[in-house]
């Protein structure tokens, strides 16, 4: 599966931005996904995840609350909205695919090391 993440940039504390992710080359609508992010200096941290058919949503606790995540399978697409951001959301946000496609348990689709497919990142700079 080919990943592509973009809708990156700079913004005010407090503001919001859309990432975007699509996808080729994979039945997408069977596919499990999540965003990512690395931020500098450390390592890189799911932040959430969607089921293949985007009705269960998972977040981290220092997203939850302000970050959506979405999933629309007839236009292969990933979106991630963000709002109320901060300082430490700084960071290259990816999108990546579960290896496992269809029904799999709330541990799977929380274990980073399970996302085998990557896209490049796109850069979010969240200024003081």
């Known amino acids: 599966v080919q990943l592509q993440a973009s809708g990156g940039g700079l913004v005010q504390a407090g503001g919001s931005l859309r990432l975007s992710c699509a996808a080729s080359?994979?039945?997408?609508?069977?596919?499990?996904m999540a965003w990512l992010r690395q931020a500098p200096g450390r390592e890189r941290e799911l932040i959430a995840a969607v089921t293949w058919g985007g009705a269960m949503k998972h977040y981290a606790d220092s997203v939850k609350g302000r970050f959506t995540i979405s999933k629309e399978n007839l236009k292969n697409m990933m979106y991630l909205q963000m709002n109320s951001l901060k300082p430490e959301d700084t960071a290259v946000y990816y999108c990546?695919?579960?290896?496992?496609?269809?029904?799999?348990?709330?541990?799977?689709?929380?274990?980073?090391?399970?996302?085998?497919?990557w896209g490049q990142g796109t850069l979010v700079t969240v200024s003081s």
């Open positions: 080359g994979r039945t997408f609508s069977t596919t499990n």
């Open positions: 990546a695919a579960h290896s496992i496609p269809s029904k799999i348990t709330i541990a799977q689709r929380m274990n980073i090391t399970q996302y085998t497919y």
